[in-house]
């Protein structure tokens, strides 16, 4: 995930962010960089799952979400890949023209709002940096002796990162469809008939992802999984009112107005919460819910966990009713 079209600024859970190391940087792809990150000690790094992602804090103040691409039994680094975004806000150009080896960055997470849940088989589909969460699940299914397949598609070969990788190291399970030889992925052919026991996981632009959502709806809700790089389009809030939030744990209650964010009035209320994109994309503020019922505007949650009513995402989150009780 590169959530290159988070706000510049450094987030909160950057208070907690380690110092890491740039040890390599290396070119990926056409107009994609890795980078692998150490601690400047040495010392082992907090462990993580097929999925995560870390916030990454830049020298310039600027912080992103990326996807952890490289293997997570290595204690000691992490890696990640970045797309240049010529239209994005200087994040990714910034790493690209002035991140060098030896530079220092501050690093939050990892945190995984993309797990790997267990199944008999696997569908996986890319598109184009979309790639990287994927790899290290990949490498999960493959450990596990799990069926799997990986469907890749980008603009051309030259821009897609680590195919060689793939290729070598897993064969014929990889399908590596570049556009201009082979044209769009056949999502019909892949996704038309749902598979038993079949889990869907995607990752790339908005576009894909949309197109693999209208493939699979003969699919049930829970077989598909996606991860977002920028918000999904919402649809009006439930109710354009005011509501009342209470914080159990605080004893305080703060009234959200129709234009003013829940996680906003919250601190306004001394109550700290962990952020970052604060766009609905990335997850730090998952928040759990002891009443009420959230109107969810992430893109982070999937349907089940919607429906359970026990969580929201207070950045972009709303209320459905007029009281809503948070456990914070
Ligand atoms: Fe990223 Fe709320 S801060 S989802």
Redesign the pocket.
């Known amino acids: 995930m590169v959530a290159d079209s988070a706000e510049l600024r450094v987030p909160k859970s950057a208070t907690n962010a380690a110092t890491l190391t740039v040890v390599a940087k290396e070119r990926a792809a056409e107009g994609i960089v890795s980078f692998t990150l150490a601690h400047p000690d040495g010392a082992r790094l907090p462990d993580w799952t097929p999925g995560s992602h870390i916030d990454v804090v830049l020298p310039n103040r600027t912080t992103r979400q990326y996807s952890l691409c490289g293997d997570r039994w290595d204690a000691h680094t992490y890696r990640i890949a970045v797309l240049r975004e010529p239209w994005g806000r200087g994040g990714s150009a910034y790493m690209h023209d002035e991140l060098k080896v030896g530079d220092r960055v501050g690093v939050g997470g990892p945190r995984n709002n993309f797990p790997l849940v267990p199944s008999q088989k696997y569908l996986f589909i890319a598109g184009g940096i979309g790639v990287t969460p994927l790899l290290p699940m990949i490498r999960q299914a493959e450990f596990l002796s799990t069926d799997w397949q990986l469907l890749y598609g980008g603009r051309t070969r030259e821009s897609m990162a680590f195919c060689e990788e793939l290729a070598t190291a897993y064969g014929e399970r990889v399908h590596i469809v570049p556009q201009d030889e082979r044209g769009l992925l056949d999502l019909a052919a892949w996704l038309g008939t749902p598979r038993p026991a079949t889990k869907v996981y995607c990752c790339g632009p908005a576009p894909l992802l949309t197109a693999v959502e209208a493939a699979c709806a003969a699919w049930p809700s829970y077989a598909m999984r996606a991860e977002r790089f920028t918000a999904a389009a919402q649809t009006a809030p439930v109710q354009r009112a005011s509501f009342k939030v209470e914080l159990r744990r605080t004893g305080r209650t703060v009234i959200v107005t129709p234009d003013v964010s829940v996680l906003e009035l919250v601190r306004r209320a001394g109550v700290e919460v962990l ?11 998952l928040t759990p819910v002891l009443e009420g019922r959230p109107d969810h505007r ?1 893109s ?1 949650l999937a349907d089940h966990e919607r429906a359970a009513n026990d969580c929201m ?1 207070v ?2 989150s709303r209320s459905c009713g007029d009281r809503l009780v948070l456990d914070l």
């Open positions: 952020s970052s994109c604060e766009q609905g994309t990335c997850g730090t503020c992430d982070v995402l950045c972009v």
